[in-house]
C-alpha cells in the first residue's frame, strides 16, 4: 500500500503542478438605491446572478474587467407612463474605455415581484459582453491535445466462476480418491476486489479518436496487501466533446505478464470495453471516471488452500472462469496542440 500511497501524492502534485484556474472572466457590482433595503436586495440577487452566469466577481473595479452598475430611482412621471412607484437603471461599463456597452430602465413597485425578472436583467445587461470575453468560459483547448499522461487509481473486482473440472460433484474438495472421496469442502464463485494503479500515455490522432497505452499493478491477494499481478494493455477510444467534458467509449485489450503465486495458472490474454468520463480540470488537464469490463481467455486456477494442513488436498489446483468489472478515478495532462 505504501506503493499505491506514494503514487496518489504523485497525482496531486501533478494536478497542483499542472491544474490552472478557468480564464477569468472578471466583474465588480456596484449600485445606489434612497432605501438600503433595495440596495442590499439588488447587490445580493445580481451577486448570485453574476457567479451562476461564471463570472469572477471582484472586490475592487480596478481589478475588474467590467462593472456591472445599477441604480433604484423613484418615478417621478407615475400616473402619467405607469403605476410603477420605481426605476432600477441598469448598465454595463467597460472598466478599460470607461465607456457604457448597455444601458436600460426596469419599472417595479415592490421588491417581491424581481425575484421573477433579475436573472433576465441580467442576462440582457451582459450578453453582449465582446467574444473575447464570453468565449474564454468555453475554452476547448483542454480537449483537443496530441498526448496525454493519464494517472489513476483503480477498484476492479474479479468475479470468478467455479468451474467443476476435477471436483466431486463438481463444487467441492475432497480428501480420499474421487471415487471414495472421504471429507468434503464444499466451493462456490469468489468475487475479489483488486485495486490498484494505472499509468498511460494516450495520443489524439483524429479529433474523434486516440490510442492509449498503459502499464497496471493491482494487488494479487488482499489478504497481504502486496503488489503481484502487472499488466501491460491498450485502449482505442471514441472521443465526443462536450462545452464541459469529453465521453470516450472504448475497446480494450490487456496482457498480464506477472501475477501473485496464488495463483497456479493465470490467462495472459483478456479483453473488454469501457468508457471514459472526462471534465476539464485546469487549463490543460481533465480529471475522469473509468468504467470497465474485461473478460480473461482460458481458465485461472488458484492453488488449493487446504493441501496444508492436508484437510482435503485434492484436487491440487481449482479452476474459474474470471472477469473483472472496474471502477477509476484519475487525472490526465494533454500536451502539445492538436492543429
Do not use: C
Not at 419599472?107 to 450578453?127: G, K
Not at 483542454?142 to 489513476?152: A, E, T
Not at 480420499?176 to 499509468?199: A, C, R, S
Amino acid at each position: 500500500m505504501k506503493k499505491a500511497l506514494f503514487l496518489l501524492i504523485f497525482i496531486v502534485l501533478t494536478v497542483s503542478s499542472y491544474a490552472e484556474d478557468d480564464p477569468v472572466r472578471n466583474l465588480f457590482i456596484e449600485g445606489t438605491a434612497e432605501r438600503t433595503d433595495q440596495r442590499q436586495f439588488f447587490l445580493r440577487i445580481f451577486t448570485i446572478e453574476a457567479r451562476t452566469a461564471g463570472f469572477t466577481l471582484t472586490e475592487n473595479k480596478e481589478d475588474a474587467d467590467y462593472t456591472f452598475k445599477f441604480a433604484v430611482v423613484p418615478n417621478t412621471q407615475i400616473g402619467e407612463m405607469d403605476d410603477n412607484q420605481y426605476i432600477l437603471k441598469v448598465s454595463l461599463v467597460n472598466n478599460k474605455t470607461n465607456l457604457e456597452n448597455v444601458s436600460f430602465d426596469f419599472y417595479f413597485t415592490e421588491l417581491n415581484e424581481m425575484y421573477e425578472h433579475t436573472q433576465s436583467i441580467f442576462h440582457r445587461a451582459t450578453v453582449f459582453l465582446p467574444s473575447s470575453i464570453v468565449e474564454e468560459k468555453f475554452d476547448r483547448s483542454w480537449q483537443n491535445k496530441l498526448l496525454y499522461l493519464r494517472m489513476s487509481i483503480n477498484y476492479p473486482i474479479a468475479f470468478y466462476a467455479l468451474h467443476p473440472e476435477g471436483l466431486i460433484a463438481g463444487m467441492a474438495l475432497y480428501e480420499g480418491t474421487y471415487e471414495e472421496p472421504g471429507e468434503l469442502i464444499p466451493l462456490g464463485n469468489i468475487i475479489n476486489p483488486q485495486p490498484g494503479v494505472t499509468l498511460g500515455l494516450e495520443f489524439q490522432f483524429f479529433r474523434f479518436m486516440s490510442l492509449e497505452g498503459y502499464l497496471q499493478a493491482s494487488l494479487g491477494d488482499t489478504t497481504t496487501y502486496s503488489f503481484y499481478n502487472f499488466a501491460a494493455g491498450g485502449e482505442l477510444k471514441l472521443i465526443f466533446k462536450g462545452n464541459y467534458f469529453m465521453f470516450q467509449p472504448y475497446g480494450a485489450y490487456l496482457y498480464n505478464f506477472n501475477v501473485s503465486p496464488i495463483f497456479a495458472e493465470f490467462p495472459v490474454h483478456s479483453a473488454g470495453g469501457g468508457v471514459q468520463i472526462a471534465v476539464r480540470g485546469g487549463r490543460n488537464g481533465a480529471f475522469f471516471v473509468d468504467l470497465n469490463y474485461m473478460h480473461s481467455f482460458g481458465y485461472t486456477a488458484i492453488h488449493n488452500p487446504f493441501i496444508d494442513p492436508p484437510l482435503a488436498p485434492y484436487p491440487d489446483v481449482i479452476y474459474y472462469n474470471r472477469f473483472v468489472v472496474g471502477l477509476g478515478l484519475g487525472y490526465k495532462v494533454g500536451m502539445f496542440d492538436r492543429r
